[in-house]
């Protein structure tokens, strides 16, 4: 039997804080389109069901389009079971706005609900089941307690929060991993971080959190998508399979400009890290700025944008350099630039960092450039 | 650095000037009007260009302001010497720069030299054209003087560095402007614009937080009403569940119903099927059987038609008592052949005899042709005879005209002949003559010794005679021709006659034999007589063939046979019409054999029906019947009852099916057994309590419905809320950035100003020494009111206060002008000294001070070359 387990959707979401307005709605749609192509993709692998491990929305207000698109697509496929258990981010959000239920949509409440799997093909092996609880602050304290489960069947665990070793009273997102140990669970699935991780949670089973279908920013950088379960009816054992998905990714690339003396050669160290790196046309890059660059050095962020912005999706460049100055060479320097530069270090009260900016200042202004760097 | 000498082709009102000029002073001391300010001009021009440019007003725009009055070249040639080397820079003008020329050339070889470019001035002076205009040229009325940055440049020795305090005051004004642009006080300063727009946000934002204490609150309303709609669907669902216990209880009992109305109808279906049943005594017919027997029947009844048709009249019965001897067809067929040959012969008989006029005519051509009949070929002979003896007659008369013709041709040929031949005859004996004279002078030439030409004169006179000889032969024979043809037609008439005649005697042969009449035509008479020999004849040939005494016999035989042969059926016929008499005898055959046949066809129906109804009658004593007068009726009633048992047996047998069906698949003895569930509810009440339920949960819907669509509008509005927000952090974050920078810019311009203070403090002091010098010079007196700044500004200390030199009087202003741009030029010029041009620079200084900046001159003049420009004598 095959199920999909997945997470962190988050339909709905603006992603307005790095793209334009024209490129956030065109990412708020292919995220729809990216849950719609991984429904068809478990349906043309058979999957029995697909299991959606919270904040399948961004919001608790949803969209018609986004409410109706996924509506469709639960009724479009009735021999998948859906099992949706909702997060801090969707609570209410899409259930509210249908008049009822598709008959494939099963939901989780604030006890322990458990589905067992019905359509398995060998009735003299072990029954699955999916159990899972939406944590609020009331029941997040008393939760692990009532969990019991048939050590017998395999046994699926859906929850919605961030991993912990302790317990926190009161605090919904909060998993108590040592609590749900020795519980018969073969594999806990997992909502809330939106980057995949599986790890052990004692003899019997694992944790897995699937992390988002896809990258929304640059703090969600790297592989996303969800992971197939394909579990063994006679013996009850579970192999999972983290499956990339998503139709963009997004990559942090550093760029260390030390010695840099122009743009120009700032913008070759941007290409060596880039060519030959495989990142494909259609993803979202940051170029990040690192190292010290003499402070006479010429640097337009401008220029560099321009340069590199159409050979991806989306491209943004963060200039976290520093600027050196190189003191010893303008100390006796008979002329305004090493008198200013002298001055200026004799101010102690400023930070290095200001003084360097300073003088990168007073230089550029003296040699007719551009004095901020864009 | 010194001036040799200067040459101008035209440059505004002076053309074709020359200037040598001397070390030391070089004063011009010309009137008013004269050109001074043009020659200082053309030095400067030469050196650095033309100033304003691109200015519309002629008196500011150089270029156009000194354009020369009398036309011709714009330009002219300076030469000057620098480091010991002494070059010629010629330039000449163009209405705008693209088209100015340049050539700068070593005096010492006059050959080009690259050692400077265009920009002359300042590539000799190392300073811009400001900073000469401020030290090195003063022009009338502008004697004040500040330090620019290419002063300063040159006094520190950083002229040739381009981004350093030459560039200070466009760095500075940089700075500044980027400062005021980014200002967070101003308010077209971006920062502060930022600043306005973050308060513009925070207050939407904190008016927006209301949105969603409103959203909260309708979401907590959708709950209870989502809650409540739950609540209804619970009930609903409780309803639906007896409705649904209610509707198998119905299901039940309806189909109890059935199967007990099956359970009756079946019993019914029994009682009409032995009703059916008893119509047969015992025995069901099977339809088969029944069709077959219904079909014979039918065949019978058909016979019996046929009998009926075949059986014979009461007429007919007496017709075949009767003992009619019949006769037998060959014979009847041999009497029928007598009948037909008698009445042959008899029919022969009567055409061929003649009638009285026949007679009478016979006896007529029998007397004519008494002596024998001419034949058919004989008088077809005559008539052509005749036809060839007209038409022989015709030809002759032809032939008589052409006879006529031709003689009277002859005779008029013959007189034309003669003629002919007379006049042939002189020419002949005249031709004669000559060839004989001919002939005969040829020997007499020959025997003269002459052989040739006797030669060919002997033969000349042979021809001349053979000529004459030949031409009279030809005329007889033309004669000869003439006469044949005429002979020859003469002989065609003769025989044509000779012709005529035979044939005219063969016709009159023939007539006198067979007597023509008088007057009659002969062809006419020739047809008639034909006629009468063809008709004649034929009369001859009837006579011959009527009465024969054979065929007389063979009637009579004919006739006695047939008698008998009639006699023998008791009928002769009287008028011996014997063929008429067969016929009626055959007919009265052919009756009676006809009836004969019906008879026998009549029997054999009457034996085919009778077996027919036999088969029928046994078929229904079978079946326990008496066989009625019409069997087929019977059969019919009887293949109608079974079909009536035949199809209550089939509804029979199909529900005793399904009754079967129906308790194999349901359970009887529980649908028997069935109760009414407990409860007086209905199922319509049970509707009528879910319609009211749906009602309500419809309208709950609805107002869910309804709270979402204004969550979804707040949500909206709540969006823009975030995207302020949004915009704000945003915002904040980089204004505090810009608010960074903004910082550090107006500390780098503090610092920059600052250093470059420190910078020109450096030689301040050294051009404040200067200042004096030149000062004491000029007024004679220590300068001791003057004080100089950081930034190598000059001060006057008025009231105990520095004061801007702005403050003094015009004179005095001129006066420290000169002193400290001659100060400037001795600490910018250390070790190479430069010209000086001065355009009267002391007018505005009163007449001690006149005094004094005459020594001032004759001093400078020691250390400098002076281009001095004065318009009067006094300063001269």
Redesign the interface.
Known sequence: MKIIHCADIHLDS?M??NLTKEKARERKTELLTTFQNMVTYGAEQGVAAIIIAGDLFD???V??TARNVVKDLIQGHPKIAFYYLQGNHDE?SFT??L?ELPENLHLFGNNWTSYELSGTENTSGKGVAVTGVELTPENSGSIYNTLSLDVDQCNIVVLHGQESEYSARDKAEIIHLTALKNKGIDYLALGHIHSYKKERLDARGVYCYPGCLEGRGFDECGEHGFVMLDIDELTGTIDSTFIPFASRKLYTIPVDITGCESTTEIMERMRAETAGKGYPEKSLIKYELVGKIDVESEKDIDFLLHQFSHLFYFVKIKDSSEYLVDYAAFAKD????G??I???MG?AD?PEE?KA??IH???Q????EE??DA | MKLIKCHIENFGKLSDFTYDFTDGCNTVCEGNGWGKSTLAAFLRVMLFGFRNEGKRDPLENERKRYSPWQKGVYGGELRFESEGKQYSVRRTFGSKSAEDEFQLTDTKTNLPCSDFTQNLGEELFRIDAGSFERTIFISQNDCETFVTDGINAKIGNLAENTDDINNFETADKRLNDLLNSMSPSRKTGLLRQSKDRITELKTQIRNGQEIQNTMESIDARKKAAIEEREKLSAELTELQERQKELGIYKDQQAKKEKYLDLRAKMAQRQQTLKEAESYFNGVIPKGEELREKAAVCNQGISVRKAMEIYCLTVEEQAQLKDNFPMVDNARLEEKYAEAQELESLESTIRKNALSGEESRRLEELSGYFAEGMPQEAEIDSVKNAWTNRNEGKSLLQAKEIQRKTLQSIQAQEDARCLREQEEAGKRKKILLLFGILLSLGGFVVILLGQGVIGGVLIVLGIAAVAAALLFTAGRSKVQTGENTELSYLEQEMEELEAQVRIEEEQIDDFCTRWGLREGLELTSWLVELQNKRRDYEALLERQKQDGSDEKTARIAALQKDLQQFFAEYGEVPETQNYLAALHELAGKCRQRQLLLEKQKKYLQQKQKYEALAEQVKNYLMSLQLIPEEHPEEQLAELESHRKDYEKELQEYRRIEQEIKAFEEKEDIPALLALKIPEGEESLESLADEMQVLSERMEERFQTIDSYQKQLSDLQESWDTVENMQEELEALQEKTEEGLKQYELLGMTKNLLEQAKSSFTAKYTESVMQGFRKYYRILTGTECENYQMDANTRLQVIEGNMPRDIGYLSLGNRDLIGICMRLALVEAMYEEQKPFLILDDPFVNLDENRTKGAMRFLTEIAKEYQVIYFTCHGSRE
């Open positions: 603006k307005s804080a919001t608790k207000n969209s018609a209410g509210s706005g008049s008979k002329s305004l630039k008198e200013f002298r001055t200026v101010r400023l200001d900016t300073v200042y007073g230089l202004a003296l040699a007719g004095i901020l």
